[in-house]
C-alpha cells in the first residue's frame, strides 16, 4: 500500500469514527483500533496511540461546539471527572495482579444488556425531566438545555450512585485499556436520570480529559506514530464536527438507537478479545 | 459572569486550540505526501522512533526545520493540550463565579492531569 492510498483509507474510516463517537459520547476509538489493527494490520501499540488522540479529537472538535450550545455541563463533567480519574489509576495498578480476560467478558455481556435497553426500551422520545435531590441541589447540578427552541431546565438525582459508577468506569479503563464513555453515558443517562443529550456530551467532554491524562506516557513510550496518526486526527475531527451538526437536531431516540447499535459492537468485540486472550 | 458566558469563553478557546493544531497537522500531512505519496507503507512491527517525534524539545526542533512529522507531532501536541486548557479555564471561570466548591473541584481534576503528564516524562 503506498502513502497516499493509506493516509485516504484512514482519513475516511476516521471521519466515520468521529462521527459516531460525537454522537454517541462513546469517542473514536471503538472504530479506529479494529480498523487500523485488524483491517488494516497494523501493529496494535500504534492503533491504541491514534485511538487516543482520536478520543481527544472527538472531545475536543464537539464540545467546542456543544459548549456554545449549552448542552454539555461542565459540573457534572468535573465532580464525575474526580471518580473516573481515581477509578483508571486504582484500575491500572490492580490490572497487573489479575486476570482481565474474564472481566473483558463480563464487561461485554454488561454492555449487550445496556444496548438491549437502549434499543428497545422507553417510551418514544424517552425523556422524563426529574426535579434534583437534596444532594445534586446542594452541589447545584441541575442545568437547562436546548429542546425544540427553548431552554428546558432538568434536575439530577442519585449522584452517589452515578459518582460510584464512574469509578468503575474509570476502574474499567484503566483495567482493559479501553474508553469508558459508554459507562459514562448509561450512568448519567440511567442513574442520575440526566437527559440523553446531556449526558452523552458530558461524557464528551470527560473522554478528553481522561485521555489526555495518558496522553504523556503513550507519546514518550513512541506509540503515538505521525504518519499514522495524521489522517486519523483530520478525519476524526471532520466527523466529530458533522456529528455535532446532527445531535443538534436528531430526535432522542434515533440517537439511542445509534448508541444502542454502536456499544452492541464494542460488547461483541470485548467478548472476542476476552475469550480469545488479547486483553 | 454567568455559566452562559463562561461556556461561550471556553467553547472559544477550545474551537481556536483545535482548529490551529488542525492546521498545523494539515501543514505537516500534506508535505509529508508531497514527499512521499508513493512509498510503501506498512507499520506491521513497532519501532519507538526517536526523540524527534517522543519529546516535547525534539518535537519543537524538528517542527521548526518544517520537517513533516515534526509538524504533525505539533500539531497533536496542541490538540493534547486542548482538554487541559479546558480545566484550566473552568478553574478561572468558577473562581469569578465565587463557586468555591467548584474551584476545589476543578484544581483536583487539574492535579490529577498534570501528576499524570509530569510521570510520564
Do not use: C
Amino acid at each position: 500500500m503506498t502513502a497516499l492510498t493509506f493516509t485516504l483509507v484512514v482519513w475516511a474510516m476516521s471521519t466515520i469514527a468521529g462521527f459516531l463517537g460525537a454522537l454517541t459520547g462513546l469517542g473514536g476509538g471503538v472504530v479506529v483500533v479494529p480498523v487500523l489493527a485488524l483491517a488494516l494490520g497494523v501493529d496494535i501499540k500504534y492503533a491504541i496511540g491514534a485511538s487516543l488522540v482520536s478520543v481527544i479529537a472527538t472531545s475536543s472538535g464537539a464540545a467546542a461546539a456543544y459548549v456554545k450550545e449549552g448542552f454539555s455541563n461542565i459540573r457534572i463533567g468535573m465532580l464525575l471527572e474526580i471518580a473516573t480519574t481515581i477509578g483508571a489509576v486504582i484500575g491500572a495498578y490492580v490490572a497487573a495482579y489479575t486476570s482481565t480476560h474474564a472481566i473483558a467478558i463480563i464487561f461485554g455481556l454488561v454492555l449487550v444488556q445496556s444496548a438491549y435497553q437502549s434499543l428497545m426500551g422507553g417510551n418514544a422520545e424517552g425523556e422524563a425531566i426529574v426535579k434534583s435531590d437534596a444532594l445534586a441541589t446542594r452541589l447545584r447540578l441541575g442545568s437547562d438545555y436546548p429542546l425544540d427552541g427553548k431552554r428546558q431546565d432538568y434536575g439530577v438525582v442519585n449522584v452517589p450512585t452515578g459518582f460510584g459508577l464512574m469509578f468503575g468506569a474509570g476502574a474499567l479503563s484503566g483495567l482493559l485499556g479501553i474508553g469508558s464513555g459508554a459507562v459514562k453515558v448509561i450512568a448519567m443517562d440511567r442513574a442520575m436520570r440526566i437527559p440523553f443529550k446531556v449526558s452523552t456530551t458530558t461524557s464528551n467532554f470527560m473522554i478528553g480529559v481522561t485521555a489526555a491524562a495518558s496522553a504523556g506516557v503513550y507519546l514518550s513510550r513512541g506509540y503515538i506514530e505521525p504518519r499514522v496518526t495524521m489522517p486519523v486526527m483530520l478525519g476524526v475531527l471532520g466527523g466529530a464536527f458533522l456529528g455535532t451538526k446532527v445531535l443538534m437536531r436528531a430526535r432522542v431516540r434515533t440517537l439511542r438507537i445509534v448508541f444502542g447499535t454502536v456499544i452492541l459492537l464494542l460488547a461483541v468485540e470485548m467478548i472476542l478479545n476476552g475469550v480469545m486472550g488479547r486483553v | 459572569m454567568d455559566d452562559r458566558h463562561l461556556e461561550n469563553i471556553l467553547g472559544n478557546l477550545l474551537r481556536a486550540g483545535v482548529l490551529l493544531a488542525a492546521a498545523i497537522v494539515f501543514a505537516g500531512g500534506v508535505l509529508y505526501l508531497v514527499q512521499h505519496s508513493s512509498d510503501a507503507v506498512a507499520y506491521r512491527t513497532f519501532a519507538a522512533g526517536g526523540p524527534d517525534v517522543r519529546t516535547l524539545s525534539g518535537i519543537v526542533r524538528s517542527a521548526a526545520h518544517l520537517n513533516s512529522e515534526g509538524l504533525i507531532q505539533l500539531g497533536l501536541l496542541l490538540l493534547i493540550a486542548t482538554p487541559v486548557a479546558r480545566v484550566v479555564m473552568a478553574v478561572a471561570g468558577f473562581y469569578l463565579e465565587r463557586d468555591h466548591l467548584y474551584v476545589v473541584v476543578s484544581l483536583i481534576v487539574l492535579a490529577v492531569l498534570t501528576f499524570s503528564l509530569m510521570h510520564a516524562t
